[in-house]
C-alpha cells in the first residue's frame, strides 16, 4: 500500500493499543523508514490527540538516543507517523532471548538511554513510559527511545490521571509519586529507567506481584533487594547508584542528565565515596576506606555515599561522651599522684627537722623520736 504517494508499506513489524507499525520504504528520498498508522477502529476517543501529540513531541526532538520524528500526515482518514527505521531488537527481546546482560553492556545502555531522556526533559517532555520494549537497539547496538505516545509536557496539568481516573503506564516500571496520581516528571522517566536497568542486570524487575494494584504498592513502599544479594556481579559504585535511582522521593533521584554524565565517565567502576566525616579526619583515600553495607530497608539519598541509621550514630557519641571523664582521669592520674607524694615528704621533712632540733629532746633520743614523729 502507497501512502501519501511517497511510502511504501512493505512488513508489519510491532502493532501497539493505537496502531500498526510497517516497515516501509521513501520512495522520495529512497530510504527505508518506519511508519505508524492509527487503527481506524480504535475505540479510545482520545487516540486521534494522543497520536497528534506523539508527533508533535517526538518531533521537537533531535538527537542520536531518540528515535527521529521524518513526517506527519493523513491519507484515507487515517493518520500516519514516518519514523526513523531502527534496524535492531528492542530490550525486551533481548531479555527473553538471553537474559541478563553484563554490568559493562548496561552502563553502555544507561548513559546512552539518559541521555536521549536528558534531551527530552530538557525540551520540557516526560515519555511516561519508559521500560524495555520502548528501548530499542539499532544494529550497531546503540540505544534510541521510541514510542512517545502517552508522553506529556511538564506543564500539562493532566499529566497525573487520565479523564477516567486510571495512572496511564506500565505498573512494573511505574514511579512510586505516580502510582499516587500525581503528574509525572523528569525524576518519573529516571526512576522507571533505574527498573529497566535492574531488570538488564537480574533478569527481573525490581517489584513484581499478582496484580498491578499489588506491584504498585511494592513501587510506594518496598525496598529493592540489592542485585548483589541476588548473585549479580556489580561494582559498589554501580548497585549504589542504581538504588538511588530507584529512591521513593523523586527529589532523591540523580537528573537524566547526571545519569547519563555519570554512566559515561566510568565512574561505575569504582566503589562509593566514604561518608564526607569520615575522609577528612582519616586522610585516606576512598580506596583504602572500606565502605559500609547496602542496608537492604535504607534509601540511598545521595548517589555515591550511604545514609546510616540516626541512632546508631547518636548512641556512640553519648559513648565517647561517657568515656571521656575516665580517659581525662587515666591522663590526669599520674599528676594527682606526683602532688600527694609530694605533699607527704614535705610534712615528712618538716616534721623529722622539728624533731631534730627540738630543745627537750638529746642526741641519744633521737631515733626513738624521729620513728614516733613519722608514724
Not at 522520495?28 to 481506524?40: C, E, H, I, Q, T
Request: hydrophobic share 40%; charged share 20%.
Amino acid at each position: 500500500m502507497l501512502i501519501a504517494g511517497r511510502y511504501q508499506l512493505d512488513t508489519t513489524i510491532g502493532r501497539g493499543a493505537m496502531g500498526e507499525v510497517w516497515r516501509a520504504y521513501d520512495r522520495m528520498l529512497g530510504r527505508p523508514v518506519a511508519v505508524k498508522v492509527l487503527l481506524g477502529q480504535n475505540a479510545d476517543p482520545t487516540a486521534d490527540s494522543r497520536f497528534r501529540l506523539e508527533a508533535r513531541t517526538a518531533g521537537r526532538l533531535h538527537h542520536p538516543h531518540v528515535v527521529g520524528v521524518l513526517d506527519f500526515g493523513e491519507h484515507d482518514g487515517k493518520l500516519f507517523l514516518v519514523m526513523e527505521l531502527v534496524e535492531g531488537d528492542s530490550l525486551s527481546r533481548v531479555l527473553s532471548d538471553g537474559g541478563p546482560l553484563p554490568a559493562e553492556r548496561v552502563a553502555v545502555i544507561a548513559a546512552q538511554a539518559a541521555a536521549g531522556l536528558a534531551v527530552a526533559h530538557e525540551q520540557g517532555i516526560v515519555h511516561r513510559d519508559i521500560k524495555p520494549g520502548n528501548l530499542l537497539l539499532d544494529a550497531s547496538g546503540t540505544v534510541k527511545i521510541g514510542d512517545f505516545g502517552i508522553a506529556r509536557f511538564l506543564d500539562d496539568p493532566s499529566g497525573g490521571l487520565t479523564a477516567t481516573g486510571q495512572i496511564v503506564g506500565t505498573s512494573l516500571y511505574l514511579a512510586p509519586e505516580r502510582a499516587l496520581g500525581k503528574p509525572a516528571g523528569g525524576a518519573s522517566d529516571v526512576y522507571s529507567l533505574g527498573c529497566v536497568l535492574y531488570q538488564l542486570l537480574t533478569g527481573q524487575p525490581p517489584f513484581r506481584g499478582n496484580t498491578p494494584i499489588e506491584i504498585l504498592h511494592h513501587h510506594l513502599d518496598s525496598a529493592p533487594v540489592p542485585p548483589s544479594r541476588l548473585g549479580v556481579l556489580l561494582p559498589p559504585a554501580f548497585e549504589n547508584y542504581l538504588l538511588g535511582l530507584l529512591a521513593k522521593r523523586p527529589e532523591d533521584r540523580p537528573s537524566a542528565r547526571a545519569t547519563a554524565e555519570w554512566f559515561g565517565s566510568g565512574a561505575w567502576q569504582g566503589r562509593p565515596r566514604p561518608l564526607p566525616s569520615t575522609a577528612p579526619e582519616s586522610r585516606q583515600t576512598p580506596a583504602a576506606v572500606s565502605p559500609p553495607p547496602v542496608l537492604p530497608h535504607t534509601e540511598t539519598g545521595s548517589p555515591t555515599t550511604y545514609k546510616l541509621p540516626s541512632t546508631p550514630g547518636a548512641t556512640g557519641r553519648r559513648a565517647v561522651r561517657r568515656q571521656r571523664p575516665a580517659a581525662v582521669d587515666l591522663l590526669r592520674r599520674p599528676r594527682t599522684i606526683g602532688l600527694i607524694a609530694a605533699a607527704a615528704l614535705f610534712l615528712a621533712a618538716m616534721f623529722m627537722s622539728m624533731a631534730l632540733f627540738s630543745p627537750d629532746n638529746s642526741s641519744a633520743d633521737t631515733p626513738h623520736t624521729s620513728s614516733t614523729a613519722t608514724r
